[in-house]
């Protein structure tokens, strides 16, 4: 009887070799990305062997371009609620997030789904006065157009307009259109 009892024994741990079950619960993050290297309270997780870090170069940046890449369609829920969050629910939205460790755990979750640059300032961070005239390219780079005219050389232009409109030699709106209709008429 112990002879059935050891062979039992061992054919179910052949049997629990052969069956592979699929484990649902939350995974153990300390677990699966042991490898990391910390730097400046930041985790890096090198694709290649070589272990060396990225060069920081100065300040990392205040604010991120998330673009969505990849549809919605057949997302679980939860991702569907942070791209929602995110403002990135539409085709081909693209939102401005903050670099905060709240936003980067949540983009974290949708990396897959998203492109995310990094925000740069080629001329300076714009001001309160310049929202008007800052726009934002595709490649992340923030640009603010100065006002570099002084009220001297807005006065010239001003000025010059003034004179052209009144000028005795200029052709009125009525002249010109007679001028255009006999020339569609006779062109040669």
Known sequence: ??????????LGQQLK???????????????????GILKDQI?????????????LDGEPSKLFSVRRLKPIK?????????LRGLGLYEKN????????????????????????LPITYRYGEPTEGDIERTFLKEDG??????KLEAAEVANTKLTAAEQIR???????????????????????
């Open 43 to 55: 985790y890096y997780y090198p694709r290649e062997n070589n272990r060396e870090l990225p060069a």
């Open 17 to 35: 070799a052969l069956v592979s079950v699929r484990h649902y619960g939350k995974p153990n993050k300390k677990f699966l990305y042991k490898d």
């Open 141 to 146: 780079e923030c640009v603010v157009i100065r």
């Open 1 to 10: 009887m112990l002879k059935v009892f050891q062979t039992s024994t061992l």
């Open 166 to 188: 009144h000028a005795k030699d200029r052709m009125d709106g009525e002249t010109l259109r007679k001028d255009s209709r006999l020339k569609w008429l006779n062109p040669w």
């Open 74 to 82: 057949g997302l679980p829920y939860w991702e569907k609620r942070i």
């Open 93 to 116: 939205a693209v939102a401005v997030v903050k670099n905060i460790p709240e936003n980067n755990a949540r983009l974290w979750k949708v990396k897959h789904l998203v492109e995310i």
